[in-house]
């Protein structure tokens, strides 16, 4: 394990106590400083030479591998996408699938790092707030832990698979009325009457897990540093995940730039898009977002601040897609990639094509859209976007008639 300290991201205060998820001095966003003096003697070379995923990065993690809680997350291919490259107009656009995570998301990459230091702890019991993936993932890594899990879900506002996982994975499936803040909100309450441990990306561990997926672009692209990154924002922890991952990587000295990190919301649900709009640091929540990408349905970030900055900080971007757009890019990665990602991750496809559009993306920029969920979470989505099965005859010239229409 890495030396590590936890810090108030506001005021820069050391935070002890490992059951708090904001400072105790001035209510400020937490995060980990890492001590990376040995990480400089290192080259990317010196990696773990056959592990593939998370745990090979164990030299950037503040959780100790003793304590391992993993399902082997991470790994996930990186597909140069030409066919949906040339029809939307970049030449060199890759896609990131974090759909072929083991529960289907990026969250397992946090969940693996989170539910680790939870166990280092000695937590019995774990919770999250979630739209969807976030509970599956913390659902499957308590299983395999042993520890008790429950999950707060808005009601009637996860995709069907979502909360299949949850609970096929045996944890207690809470659903609130309201929405993922409202959630929130009340896991948050929970956890500070110490009642369960949270593992929301308020929690600063989590999106240290997440830092990997930027690790592993780098891997994947032999360091050679892409123009631009793009993600779907909704509670806005994984884009601050990549930003802290690069700019780790830049004070190790394993690269020298880092890519315009740019953030894609959707319309009904963009107080972040907003905010970076006005040029404003904070940002004003949205108190009824709306979107069929239900997974950034999502109206107070909880990681908005931080985002912004990370946006701010590598000259990136940010702005909105409509659903119609995400829903169409979502059937362009199926029809032309023969990839099949949930709603909310096609947000990063629809929200490169728009900054083409308008001029913010160069046509030659070599940019990767990380596609954070499988679509296999959200068939309802799928099947009412698709044309029907075609009704059939059972003889052979009844499929050629169809096959010939
Ligand atoms: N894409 C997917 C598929 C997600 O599930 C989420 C967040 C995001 C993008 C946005 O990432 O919140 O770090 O900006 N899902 C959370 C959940 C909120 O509960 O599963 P973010």
Redesign the pocket.
Known sequence: MAAHKVICWDCGAEVTDPFVNTCPKCGGLLTVKMDLEKVKEMKPTDLHKTQIGVWRYAPFMPVDPAHKVSIQEGGTPLYPVKALGETIGCKNAFVKFEGLNPTG?F?DRGMTIGVSHANELGAKVVGCA??????AALAAYAAKAGMKCAVFLPSGKVAMGKLAQALFFGAKVLSIDGN?DDALALARKMADERKLYLLN?INPYRPEGQKSVLFEIMDQLAYDVPDRIIL????????WAVYKACMELKEVGWIDKVPMLTGIQAAGSAPVARAFEAKNKTFEPEPNPETVAT??R?GN?VSGRKALAAMYNTGGYCTTVTDEEIIAAQQLLGRKEGVCV?P??AASVAGLKKLIEIGVADKDERVVCIC??NGLKDPDTIINNCAPPIKCGNSVADVERILSE
């Not at 779907?232 to 884009?239: F, K, Q, R, S, W």
């Open positions: 998301s969250k979630s739209t969807g993936n976030t509970s993922f990306s779907p924002v909704g509670n806005a922890a994984n884009i997974a950034i999502i970030p949930e909310a991750s954070t969920g």
